[in-house]
């Protein structure tokens, strides 16, 4: 996109600039400067009534006569920022601006343009006049256009992806949308090399600070919006203007704050059309987790169905996949750092669009079987695209453990004789005779004779006496299953006690308040880190929290010598304003790591 205002150099090539036999004497530097206006003056304390980037003519019969007054002339003249001087030969200086001007001009980088031939000053104001409508007329339609294409985009509900790849279409320039924890949600190249555009992107990111909520960073050349909607900000959407132009143009501001609304207001529709699928199309299960209707409503038309759910002690299930279904990307908003936790764009089309649909059918079936199977009463349904939800109705709260035993044990059952609606390569992955690597235990090594893992994870909730309390159960359910699938062990079924301080933070890692206190705590640290990539204070701080504040163990385990692990301890206590011998501010700062750990990994 080219600039609003001509250039002094655009200015020269105009015809009636051109019929004046225009020279430049001096400032050679500056002929890239916008005029943003053109002025006729002949008083030499003309600098007071300027506002910066206009080109001034003169015949300079009014300037001062000696050098000490055309010093000072010119510099008037630079310090409040024209574009340029030019002079008129003939009525003042009839060879030749003064020496002395020339070398004032050139020294404060001011173009000096001498005009050898008389020409009418209003055929060249108007000249540049006109440039400068016709320029602003063709951002006015950019910017319509902008405005145009971005509402059109809104209101067709368009993906991320889209989005970012018509915002970089229109602005010619790399685009990039990162959450609080700058991790890439989305991006667009715009034809630049998508790897180099994303290499360490998390340490670079983190070198731009753009002053203000929509600002460009001249130091990174990013164009920087925050995105996010109802006062909850939830990311950045960044745009990499080239460091050898001048400051984005205005068109590139309003583009870039255009799409941040329209990622915004995407979200939040996403999430309404959601709510309303699951209003319309989803069973009484997820009507209860929705609150889409009355709980009387829903024993009524349970009990229609054959599950009586009125003075029943009620258990929420949840069954998923440990591993999410490669073809799930339609939603990644939904979940903000899903993309950069598994390393950038999946391949979508690896399985074929029906293959994300179909596995969630087989689980569906596969829990509507094992509950029969295991001779209980239940409201199944699938949760959403990646778990399935059961709501158990038993007797009484004696029989819960036993109930939820048989219910595992004949779901792996029947898992085992399902035929699944997916490619040799899925099932592979899946199959229980296939070894676990070390890399899907999260570190933990199995035993190279010990069972593999079931390829799904079953959570429960806790058990509730009412149907007011089943929502809280299924909850409850969802998210102990969400963060049991990286837990290392292969439990029947997993339970709150199970998942531990790590496991709730791993529920929370989207939360954008818990990203915001990763940074608080660590972000001074992550920030130094990026900048002195070949220190990483982080292991440290990590090596000595883990090791329960043992300063010898912790450099130990940081493979440091006692004085070296002490003075890194020392760097980052005040890097972080922290008492690395407070318990609390430890606390704090254990809890910070685990959190970032938690975003950071699938």
């Keep these: 996109m080219s600039p609003v205002f001509p250039t002094v150099r655009e200015v020269l090539d105009l015809v009636p600039v051109r019929n004046g036999a225009p020279r430049l004497v001096a400032g050679t530097a500056g002929l890239d400067r916008p005029v943003r206006w053109v002025h006729i003056a002949e008083v030499p304390d003309i600098a007071t009534l300027l506002g910066g980037g206009e ?28 574009s340029g001087l030019a002079v008129e030969l003939g009525r003042r200086y009839v060879s030749g601006v003064p020496r002395v001007m020339a070398a004032a001009a050139e020294r404060r980088g001011l173009p000096l343009i001498e005009l050898r031939r008389g ?15 016709d320029a602003q007329l063709t951002e006015l339609r950019a910017t319509e256009e902008i405005h145009q294409r971005f509402t059109d985009l809104s209101v067709e509900g368009a993906e991320p992806a889209e ?5 970089a279409e229109l602005a010619g320039c790399p685009m990039v949308l990162e959450n609080l924890s700058r991790q890439v949600l989305a991006y667009d190249p715009a034809g630049e090399n998508a790897e180099l555009l994303l290499d360490g992107w998390e340490r670079h990111s983190r070198q731009i600070r753009p002053a203000g909520r929509t600002a460009y960073d001249p130091d990174s050349g990013w164009l920087v919006t925050t995105v996010g909607a109802r006062g909850q900000d939830w990311g950045r959407l960044l745009l990499r203007w080239p460091a050898t132009e001048s400051t984005p143009p205005t068109r590139l501001t309003i583009l870039i704050e255009r799409a941040a609304s329209t ?26 987790i929705d609150h889409s209707r009355p709980v009387d ?22 069954v998923r996949h440990r591993a999410d279904e490669p073809a799930g ?4 908003l939904d979940d903000e750092s899903a993309p950069a936790r598994r390393g950038g764009r999946r391949d979508a089309d690896a399985e074929g669009p029906e293959a994300g649909p179909a596995r969630l059918r087989d689980l569906a079936e596969a829990v509507s079987q094992a509950v029969r199977d295991a001779k209980l009463t239940a409201l199944t349904s699938p949760l959403d695209d990646q778990a399935v939800g059961a709501l158990l109705a038993l007797p009484d709260a004696a029989a819960e ?14 898992r085992l004789d399902v035929a699944p609606a997916r490619s040799p390569a899925s099932r592979l992955s899946e199959s229980p005779d296939r070894p676990v ?30 149907m007011r309390e089943a929502r809280r159960s299924l909850i409850e359910a969802r998210q102990v299953a969400e963060a049991a699938r990286r837990d290392p062990r292969d439990l029947p079924c997993y339970r709150l006690p199970h998942v531990g301080l790590a496991g709730l933070l791993h529920l929370l890692r989207d939360e954008p308040r818990l990203q915001t206190f990763v940074e608080r705590e660590l972000g001074p640290l992550l920030a130094y880190d990026a900048q002195h990539p070949r220190e990483q204070l982080l292991g440290t701080l990590r090596a000595y929290l883990e090791q329960g504040r043992n300063k010898s163990a912790g450099a130990a385990a940081a493979h440091l010598s006692r004085p070296a692990f002490y003075e890194r301890l020392a760097r980052i206590g005040r890097i972080l304003d922290a008492d690395l011998d407070s318990v609390d501010r430890c606390l704090s700062l254990h809890v910070a790591l685990l959190a970032l750990d938690a975003v950071r990994t699938p």
């Design 55 to 82: 080109l001034v003519l003169t015949t300079g019969i009014g300037l001062p006569g000696d050098d000490a007054g055309l010093r000072e002339f010119i510099g008037a003249l630079a310090d409040v920022g024209v």
């Design 119 to 133: 020409t009418p000053f209003v055929r060249i104001t108007e000249a540049v006049h006109a440039l400068i409508v």
């Design 163 to 167: 989005v970012l790849r018509q915002a």
């Design 263 to 288: 990622l915004a207001l995407g979200r939040l529709i996403r999430r309404d059309a959601e709510g309303l699928e699951r209003q319309i199309h989803r069973t009484l299960l997820t009507a209860l």
């Design 297 to 318: 409503e829903v024993a009524l038309r349970a009990k229609a169905l054959g599950v009586v759910l009125d003075r029943r002690h009620l258990v929420g299930v949840v």
């Design 329 to 332: 990307d339609a939603g990644a």
């Design 401 to 414: 453990e036993k109930a939820l035993s048989a219910f595992a044990a004949a779901l792996r059952r029947v």
């Design 437 to 466: 690597s070390r890399a899907v235990t999260s570190g933990s090594a199995r035993p190279a004779d010990a069972p593999p893992r079931a390829a799904i994870v079953v959570a429960a909730g806790s058990g509730v006496g009412s």
